[in-house]
């Protein structure tokens, strides 16, 4: 083979796996948070009344790439993975794995977006749109609004989880017609669920189905969104298996001149723990976003959790609501960088056991914390 043309081959041959390469993008967020807490008692007796530490929840390194097969279509990937670098076990970090965040194989085009893979179910994948705070972090809400109040209070807790980022999951987003757009998602029986449990159990069949319908334009976003377990806890007392929970929730923001004000409301019915039983909950949040100068944002958000009402045993113990509420200021240093400084604090009812998020429950009924964070966030 003429020398030239062997040059040019193995040139070329060693160029494509660069030009793949060259498609795939790195991206993701590091999030510290410093917060010294006024923390709440354990139901252990040990008493903890102060505290300081680092969360650094919702941190992530993101790999992406797609490629174009014609006619408008195309076929992607990503993998998301938890970047959490706080060693703090209070609140617990959590353990990290290659793509334990969103990550799935998915193909595009005008026909809209399917994909499969380990991803936020529709709900939850919209829960942040309206929700001014975090999901996790010393100010996080998700487990107000989407979880069940405590999972190690035998009195209190009832298993309930709408927070779901399911393996095996089968998605679709519909293409957008203006502004409006429809998101779908399922599981197979083979699902990691919100308890653990897998569908080789008896009685436990793992399915999820969750939509959403949502709305943006202009200065206006809303959505609503549905979702129900089926058969995916494992309740065994009174020898009754695959309880079933449905949720409601709908979320609206409008942006008027310098303020942002934004609302959420959620709505759980589920299965009791025996048969012919049910219980109910409620739960809603209400914030603004105030840019009081370009760079600087002033945000205040309140959130309540109302009891558990039905006629469940679990939910005849009254008074188990909370709420929690945080004013804080936001300075953006660049369009990827913001450093802040807030104030949150629970305020649990006489029987209420919620905590910050990702911090342990296992805390006294009716305690209360409250906590002074100084933020700093870079998106890359």
Not at 170 to 185: D, E
Not at 340 to 366: E, H, P, Q, R
Request: aromatic residues 12%; negative net charge; hydrophobic residues 35%.
């Amino acid at each position: 083979m003429n020398k030239k043309v062997m040059a040019v081959a193995v040139a070329a041959a060693l160029a494509a796996p660069a030009a793949a390469l060259a498609q795939v993008t790195i991206s993701g967020k590091f999030n510290a948070e410093y917060g010294f807490a006024s923390q709440m008692d354990t139901t252990s007796n040990f008493s903890r009344d102060s505290t300081d530490g680092f969360n650094s929840g919702a941190s992530n390194i993101r790999l992406a790439g797609e490629e174009k097969l014609g006619g408008g279509n195309s076929v992607w990937f990503q993998c998301e993975t938890r970047a959490r670098w706080g060693v703090d076990l209070s609140p617990t970090q959590g353990t990290s794995g290659i793509c334990d965040r969103n990550s799935a194989l998915g193909f595009k085009g005008a026909f809209g977006n399917f994909f499969v893979g380990r991803w936020d179910t529709a709900v939850e994948d919209s829960s942040g749109l309206t929700r001014l705070t975090g999901s996790t972090g010393w100010d996080g809400r998700q487990h107000l609004l989407t979880e069940s109040q405590d999972t190690s209070n035998t009195a209190t807790n009832i298993g309930i989880s709408f927070a779901q980022r399911v393996q095996n999951s089968f998605n679709y987003n519909s293409p957008n017609f203006s502004g409006f757009q429809v998101n779908l998602s399922t599981t197979s029986a083979g699902s990691a669920l919100n308890t653990g449990n897998v569908a080789t159990q008896s009685g436990l069949k793992g399915r999820i189905y969750s939509i959403l319908a949502k709305y943006e334009g202009g200065p206006l976003l809303g959505y609503l969104g549905y979702e129900t377990h089926s058969d995916n806890q494992a309740v065994t007392s009174g020898g009754r298996d695959g309880a079933k929970e449905n949720f409601l929730t709908f979320g609206i923001s409008y942006v008027y001149g310098p303020v942002k004000f934004a609302a959420i409301y959620t709505d759980v019915d589920a299965d009791g723990i025996v048969a012919g039983t049910d219980v109910t909950r409620s739960t809603w949040q209400i914030g603004a976003d105030w840019k009081v100068t370009p760079a600087g944002t002033v945000r205040f958000v309140y959130t309540q959790a109302d009891d558990y009402e039905g006629t469940d045993a679990r939910a005849a113990l009254a008074d188990q609501g909370a709420k929690q509420y945080s004013i804080g200021y936001f300075h953006a240093l660049s369009k990827r960088t913001t450093v802040g400084v807030y104030y949150t604090a629970v305020d649990n009812d006489t029987n209420g056991v919620y905590n910050f998020a990702s911090f342990n429950t296992a805390n006294k009924l009716g305690d209360n914390a409250s906590a002074f964070v100084f933020q700093a966030v870079h998106n890359f």
